[in-house]
């Protein structure tokens, strides 16, 4: 029989939204299927999804279940996203500091200074392709500067980096597992220069603390600088991406902004939660068996929360289809909850404020260069966000 529900189908991933209503009325923790055959369990319920996310039955750390001798992807995996205490206290510990609050505001002026450089190449045209020329660039610039890495190579890190992220159902594996090799190949070059002349960068105090002793293994280096990476621009491009469609589908909350440029805060808050970056990465895995709402889960089953549906939820978010940058409260998800809330929140926001600032006040007549049917939207399910979007400048 069918399933009901197409979760990678291309009009599942245009707007899920309908298909999550559906669920969260009539199965909201539900059987799903992976393009590889997996099975997992899809969390859509708001209360569900927090009650998930602090869980002790559930876990982050594959290798307690299958062992540690996954395939080569498996690099990525030795980090915080992907571990459990104590060791999720001791990875995150290594890297907290340089993503505070009061680290990020140090950063303004620079995010400024760089949003500046790429709206000043873009004024040069009538047109731009927003993702290309400025959500990427963006957030993988100002990455790469606190990890150390040089930015000329970011177009690199984007095509290794879209490739585990797009090729991760399985469909381009055989090229996936080429762009990892190559990403570590480029890394461990990397790091031997680093050894040899550290710096001030976080790479250089990483590395110091590996050679240290038992505070990072040389794996976990290579997991939390490319989890770094990547998520320190997959998200936020989307993020940028997201809010400019979001705002520019709503006229009236274009215009609203515009007038009143101090409700940024609250225009990027409904971003994340009306259309945030985040899809299906949200995993985890059942450590026993276990009853949740009725569902029997077994050991070693993967759960997946949708951020996005517990973030439609009605029970939580009044006309949740709404998109309203005059919601006073949004306790939204899109960062996750609990220990794994995301450690760049306050950098994403601060990048997403900014750009969208300053998008808007240097081309305040913008306009989608294309029908909003002929977007598309990235597949792999693990980021929502789409390709491209041309824009008109003027
Ligand atoms: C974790 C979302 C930007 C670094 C997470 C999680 C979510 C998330 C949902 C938790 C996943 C889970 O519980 O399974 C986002 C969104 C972003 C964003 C929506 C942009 C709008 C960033 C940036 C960085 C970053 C800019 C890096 C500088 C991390 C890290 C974790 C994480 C290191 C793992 C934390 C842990 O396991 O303790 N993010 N993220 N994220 N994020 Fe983000």
Redesign the pocket.
């Known amino acids: 029989m069918e399933p009901q529900f197409q979760l990678f189908s291309k009009e599942f991933t245009k707007n899920p939204y309908p298909a999550y209503a559906k669920m969260r009325k009539d199965e909201p923790v539900h059987k799903m299927r992976f393009p590889d055959g997996q099975l997992g369990w899809l969390i859509t319920r708001y209360e569900d999804a927090v009650e998930i996310?602090k869980d002790p039955r559930v876990i982050?750390d594959v290798s307690k279940l299958f062992g540690g001798n996954m395939d080569s992807g498996s690099v990525f995996m030795h980090?915080?996203?992907f571990?459990d205490p104590p060791d999720?206290k001791r990875l995150?510990g290594l890297?907290q500091k340089a993503?505070t609050p009061q680290m990020i505001s140090g950063m303004r002026g620079r995010i400024q200074e760089i949003t500046d450089e790429l709206l000043d190449e873009a004024a040069k045209g009538t047109r731009m392709n927003l993702i290309d020329d400025f959500a990427f660039p963006l957030?993988i610039i100002v990455?790469s500067e606190?990890l150390g890495i040089p930015t000329e190579d970011r177009d690199k890190f984007r095509i290794w980096s879209n490739s585990l992220i797009e090729g991760s159902n399985g469909e381009h594996a055989a090229e996936m597992f080429q762009h990892v090799n190559e990403f570590i190949q480029y890394l461990s070059e990397w790091f031997e220069k680093v050894r040899k002349n550290p710096g001030e960068d976080l790479i250089s105090q990483l590395i110091l603390a590996e050679d240290e002793g038992d505070q990072l293994t040389e794996r976990e280096l290579y997991g939390v600088v490319t989890?770094?990476i990547i998520?320190?621009?997959e998200?936020?491009v989307?993020?940028i991406g997201n809010s400019i469609l979001a705002l520019l589908e709503h006229p009236d909350q274009f215009d609203l902004l515009k007038e009143q440029p101090d409700r940024i805060h609250q225009a990027i808050e409904e971003t994340?939660r009306f259309n945030?970056?985040?899809e299906f990465?949200?995993?985890?895995w059942a450590n026993e068996d276990m009853e949740f709402r009725g569902q029997m889960i077994k050991r070693g089953e993967l759960i997946i929360?949708s951020?996005n549906s517990a973030n439609h939820d009605p029970k939580v978010f009044e006309n949740p289809d709404l998109f309203d940058i005059s919601r006073e409260k949004s306790p939204h998800l899109?960062?996750?909850k609990?220990?794994?809330?995301?450690?760049?929140?306050p950098?994403?926001r601060l990048?997403?404020e900014i750009a969208i600032t300053s998008l808007m006040q240097r081309f305040p007549e913008m306009k989608l260069a294309v029908g909003k049917d002929e977007l598309e939207w990235r597949p792999g399910m693990i980021v929502r966000g789409v390709k491209e979007i041309p824009l008109y400048l003027k």
């Open positions: 996310m982050k980090n915080m996203l571990s999720h995150r890297v993503f957030p990455i606190i989890l770094l998520a320190g621009h998200t936020t989307n993020l994340l945030g970056p985040v990465s949200t995993s985890r929360i951020l899109a960062f996750g609990g220990i794994h809330l995301c450690l760049g929140a950098l994403a990048e997403g």
